[in-house]
């Protein structure tokens, strides 16, 4: 990553400090280790007397002298060269010596310093300077800008991997060289053909690091591979070592030993250290390991420890401690993604799959409702492959979850919601019957089905004595919304505060029921009430990333427009709208039948009339009905249109509306912020 470079640099900032010079040592070309001392001594001009060691010789001239050395490329001559540095310092007072080298040499007064890869910006400047110095036509454009940055970023920083790639604008554009990095050794070949054959392409370079390796150093690297992203030490043990040939000693000096070598990095994560691989690095030893034949049992390991992980969670799930659970989670998120990959994409083992799925409690806060749909479609679908009731329930429950979180139609939700409960049934196990029952509940009231859900959330609560925490909460919360709907205000706050007062002040459950009670000031017309709880609520989906975040601020922006404060109102929809636009929640029709009110109050009646076509559209193909906060707002928005167009005028709009797909929709609501239009 830039060693010699920075070395040339810095001896270049010291001259002055030195009389007798800033010297460079270029070790690279000898392969000889016992040559040191001679291209040292050959550098600075001394020769070799009779009877005499080169390095007393050495030594005897350096002793007056003030001078600093620059050992460049110590790595393949390391002993020799560290010996030898050894003496020279412990004899020499006013020598001061600088090394280049993929490890530390361990000797006394030694200060290292790890090069870290290149900032993103400075990536993208070595690549267009290098890119322009191999194509004099070449300059960063805004057309270039966005696929130089993907290449700056798909190479970790790695100055030599960038040069070798900015050398390809002679024939492949910007974006026909990010599109092949997936072919990295055969697109990063070529640059200085002056340079050591080593540095020519990016394979020999780490090819390179590797030959240096001992052979127990190489098993550990290629497996550390499997990993993506970041691991951890007890990660490296459980996947990298293998009883009666690789122990936790071994597997703890060789990473040791890599993390020295450069070949690993280790990085501090609180009390503790994690470590990975640059993705170059990883692919070729990726290479490495499938050469070897070691790649699937490998995966099956690391597949194994992230399904166990997950698994010793549970207590924090119990413990209602979803932050905490989503924080150590999204740490090794890309790993589980690896694991689910493994398992059940690839069909090597979906019994593992579906137990690591079944096991996360919250995957709404790991990552999109997107993301996790794809992966508990394809759990639900190998029916074959539960490892037992227990797991098929959870992955049922979670699917519901996700399919209301998406806004898919009440049908196929309710088709999956009664399938659940049939399954939990069949597990026997109290929570899981429980909260499927709460989940059919809230698909029928979400229909306004009030009596039906009343009865399926009866049936989920019958006998709370016999529920945890979490699902006692669960459950009570979503039959609180249900009695909200059936106007039992006084109720549905009880319970409400009641769930309020059992969850952790700054989990996702805390705030959603922040968010209800909300929603229940809202309804019996305490504004103020509504928008303070909504604000807190607000606050604890920001922190966690919750894809709630996009409904509460839905919610504050119909609390603001129901006081008149449009310029708050703007804002929180606003944010809203970007957010919908990064996760696609199921909040669409909700975000943007605001955004027709506020945009019928600036004056702006024909966008609002195609939002409101758009939305009408929306809650038809779902199969539900607005609830009270949309309602209220729903019924201004007609008043409002109502008052500026004929019967004709509106519906013509409307079915234009309704004929508007997602993204254009999202366009519409956009322009509302940027019309030049007033309040009527």
Known sequence: VGKTRCALQAGAELLEEFGDGVWLIDLAPIADASLVTSTIAATLGVRDVPNRSL?????????????????????????????????????????????????????GGEQVLRLPSLQVADAIALFTDRAHSADSHFSLTSENTGAVTAIATRLDGMPLAIELAAARVRVLSPAQIAQRLDERF????????????????????????????????????????????????????????????????????????????????????????????????????????????????????????????????????????????????????????????????????????????????????????????????????????????????????????????????????????????????????????????????????GAALFDEAEVALAEAYAHPDRLSRITANVVLRIWAVNNLQRGDVELARLQFSTVAQSERPGSEAHASALLNLGELEYATGNLEAARAAARRAKETYAALGSTYLDLVLANLGAYALAAGDLDDAGAHLREALEVQRRLRG??????????????????????????????????????????????????????????????????????????????????????????NTVSP
Request: net charge negative; charged share 30%.
């Open 55 to 107: 390095l007393e010789t050495l030594i005897e001239y350096l002793a007056s002298r003030k001078l600093l050395l620059i050992l460049d490329n110590c790595e393949h001559v390391l002993d020799e060269a560290r010996r030898v540095t050894a003496e020279i310092l412990k004899r020499c007072r006013q020598i001061r010596m600088l090394a280049t080298s993929r490890e530390p040499f361990n000797v």
């Open 186 to 445: 055969r697109v990063l070949t070529g640059g200085d053909r002056s340079a050591l054959p080593r540095r020519q392409t990016l394979r020999a370079t780490i090819d390179w690091s590797h030959d240096m390796l001992d052979d127990r150093e190489r098993v550990i690297f290629r497996r550390l591979a499997i990993f993506a992203g970041g691991f951890g030490t007890p990660a490296a043990i459980s996947v990298c070592s293998v009883p009666d040939e690789i122990d936790e000693w071994d597997v703890l000096d060789s990473l040791t030993a890599l993390v020295d070598k450069s070949l690993v990095l280790a990085e501090p994560y609180g009390e503790d250290q994690r470590y990975r691989l640059l993705q170059s690095m990883r692919e070729y030893g990726l290479e490495r390991l499938r050469e070897a034949g070691e790649e699937q049992a490998t995966a099956g390991r690391h597949a194994r420890y992230y399904a166990s992980f997950v698994a010793s969670l549970r207590p924090l799930i119990e413990a209602l401690e979803d932050e905490q659970w989503g924080r150590l989670c999204r740490t090794e998120l890309d790993n589980i993604r690896t694991a689910i990959e493994w398992t059940l994409v690839r069909r090597n083992d979906p019994p593992l799959g579906i137990a690591l799925l079944a096991e996360l409690e919250w995957p709404q806060i790991l990552t999109t409702p997107q993301e996790a749909m794809r992966w508990y479609e394809r759990a639900a679908q190998e029916t074959d492959a539960m490892p037992n009731a227990l797991a098929h329930a959870r992955i049922l429950r979670s699917c519901v979850l996700l399919e209301w979180l998406l806004g898919h139609p009440h049908e196929q939700r309710q088709r999956i919601a009664l399938h659940a409960v049939e399954v939990a049934k069949a597990a026997n196990d109290a929570d899981e019957i429980a909260r499927a029952l709460a989940n059919l509940g809230g698909l029928y009231r």
């Open 586 to 675: 199921g909040w669409l029709s909700a975000i943007l039948e605001h955004h027709a009110l506020l945009a019928a109050l600036r004056g702006d009646q024909a966008r609002a009339a195609l939002l409101l076509g758009f939305t009408d559209a929306q809650y038809r193909v779902r199969g539900e009905v607005r609830q009270s906060t949309e309602q209220r707002g729903y019924e201004r928005l007609i008043d409002l249109l109502g008052q500026r167009y004929a019967n004709g005028e509106l519906e013509s709009l409307t079915s234009a509306g309704a004929r508007l797909s997602e993204e254009e929709a999202l366009d519409t609501a956009t322009a509302i912020y940027e019309a």
